[in-house]
């Protein structure tokens, strides 16, 4: 286990570090990282919904509402249950010490770093999404693992910490698909 936190924290520094140029903050900071708010995603999927595909609001809006729900409750508990630090907490004395910097773009987050609530989020919408819509799942899961390397990117989440809030929204989402398809007859689908 040592040996897997001591990676997860190279490669933070190695995203966080060697991948700050500008344009990449203006990328990550003003237009990824946002697909990661659940209430801008939720009212994205409504605003779509109402103006492409007014009859998913009663046969899929409950269904992502309750993955978004459980996702973020799965999060909520996790995040209690293990306290990770965040990165500018963990490396705090280093960077006290001039060792090392850390490339922070937002508010300076502390506490509660694992699992990632944005990348949960993104990755829940993401898949969702991708079985509403397969033609368009690879930008789906394009934009969700962007909002991971955001968290990253942006000083806020260690690598596993991302990597577990998308598992976790992929699984649940995963998950509240094929109840869905069980619950509902096959011309409702």
Sequence with gaps: ??????????????????????????????????????????????????????AYFRQHLPWFFAAMLMAGLCIFAL?????????????????????????????????????????????TAATYFSFLFPRWAPLFLCLAVGVGLSRIYMGAHFPLDVIAGGLIGTALALGLWLVRKKVLKPSQS
């Design 1 to 54: 286990m040592e040996f897997l936190l001591a990676l997860d924290k190279k490669v933070f520094l190695w995203i966080n570090n060697q991948w700050s140029i500008p344009l990449l903050d203006f990328f990550f900071s003003y237009i990824i990282t946002w697909l990661g708010n659940a209430g801008i995603v939720i009212a994205l999927v409504i605003i779509f919904f109402a103006l492409k595909k007014p």
């Design 79 to 123: 995040k209690k249950m293990i306290p990770r630090p965040r990165p500018l907490s963990e490396f705090a004395p280093l960077i006290e010490a001039g060792k090392v910097h850390i490339h922070v773009l937002g508010k300076q987050l502390w506490y509660r770093s694992f699992p990632s609530g944005d990348t949960q989020t993104a990755f």
